[in-house]
């Protein structure tokens, strides 16, 4: 079974300061890792993925996240957050050699003060 | 870009009703998702399918069917509502091991 555990409920960032959202999952064989993020109103939106290769991956809109295969983690992180990044954010893991179901974590609200 | 088209932003059903939700894609991805999104709970997934007229059940498929009859389109129905399954249901549609693309929901109400 796979899972995917997001700790926080709500982040709140002052604009201009570093944005962490925290992910840590659970997988029985390589780990295909995502975040997406979900404005009001809308579906969700591709922010960028893991699957093999360098541990810190550059995604949309200025986001990152580091893979760390010991911590069983995949925290999303920008340097300097923006009133406009306030949104519902969502980590995902799928199994890589298990086909395509995708598992949620339940979401972190984060909201950028200016 | 890819376009998932969700038929309805808002229904409002009753409960014992047969309901049908529509979802279509328009960039031939084999792949295609239902879920349902509750707060705290993230998405679940109800089901899938990865090829016209394959289905597979997801994590909480009771209550619920799925129908895909053409590649595009991808059907949700809900057999006899009931209020547990008021819910915002999103749908998805990818290629094999590519990011979901997803639509802007569906928010049902059961009354």
């Known amino acids: 079974a796979q899972s995917v555990a997001q700790p926080e409920d709500q982040v709140n960032v002052a604009e201009g300061n570093p944005l962490t959202v925290k992910c840590t999952y659970s997988?029985?064989?390589?780990?295909?890792l995502f975040w997406y993020v979900q404005y009001p109103n809308r579906g969700l939106q591709f922010l960028l993925k893991y699957i093999t290769g360098d541990n810190l991956v550059k995604g949309s809109y200025g986001f990152e996240a580091e893979f760390n295969k010991s911590q069983t983690s995949f925290h999303l992180k920008k340097p300097s957050a923006l009133v406009s990044d306030s949104a519902l954010y969502f980590c995902a893991v799928r199994d890589g050699a298990a086909g395509n179901k995708l598992t949620f974590g339940g979401g972190t609200r984060v909201l950028v003060k200016p | 870009d890819v376009k998932v088209t969700q038929s309805s932003r808002y229904l409002v059903k009753r409960t014992g009703e047969k309901v049908f939700l529509e979802c279509v894609q328009d960039?031939?991805?084999?792949?295609m998702f239902w879920y349902r999104q509750d707060p705290g709970l993230g998405l679940r997934l109800i089901y899938f399918s990865y090829d016209v007229k394959m289905k597979e059940k997801g994590d909480i498929p009771e209550g619920y069917s799925v129908s895909r009859e053409k590649k595009e389109r991808f059907s949700l129905i809900l057999e006899s509502a009931s209020t547990n399954q008021t819910s915002m249901y999103l749908c998805?549609?990818?290629?094999?091991?590519?990011?979901?693309?997803f639509g802007d929901g569906t928010r049902l109400s059961i009354l």
């Open positions: 960039m031939d991805h084999e792949n």
């Open positions: 998805a549609s990818s290629r094999p091991n590519q990011p979901q693309h």
């Open positions: 997988v029985s064989g390589n780990p295909y």
